[in-house]
């Protein structure tokens, strides 16, 4: 049988020893080397958009546009398009 939050008794533990529980595990995992997160099709379009930045690093948008961008378009909800900054060709 898997363990469980409830077979462990995690759920009975105050909130602040289960989120450090969680940090613990979470740490455990991500120490393991041979462990990835990334689907072999989430590998390879990281380093499609890597090659694409080595070729052309000046393509960017600045992080200050970005926020500024997704904040207009959070809270305008009626908001009909969002522009990419991008330069055109």
Do not use: C, Y
Not at 7 to 31: K, M, N, Y
Not at 44 to 51: F, H, I, K
Not at 57 to 66: F, G, K, N, R, S
């Amino acid at each position: 049988m898997t363990p469980s939050v409830k077979s462990l008794g995690i759920d009975r533990l105050p909130l602040d020893q289960r989120l450090s529980l969680v940090h613990e595990i979470w740490d455990s995992i991500a120490s393991e080397p041979h462990v990835s997160f990334l689907s072999e099709a989430q590998r390879q379009e990281l380093a499609r958009r890597a090659a694409e930045d080595d070729i052309s690093p000046d393509d960017v948008i600045p992080w200050e546009q970005v926020k500024a961008e997704t904040l207009a378009r959070l809270f305008a909800p009626n908001a009909r398009h969002f522009s990419s900054g991008r330069k055109q060709p």
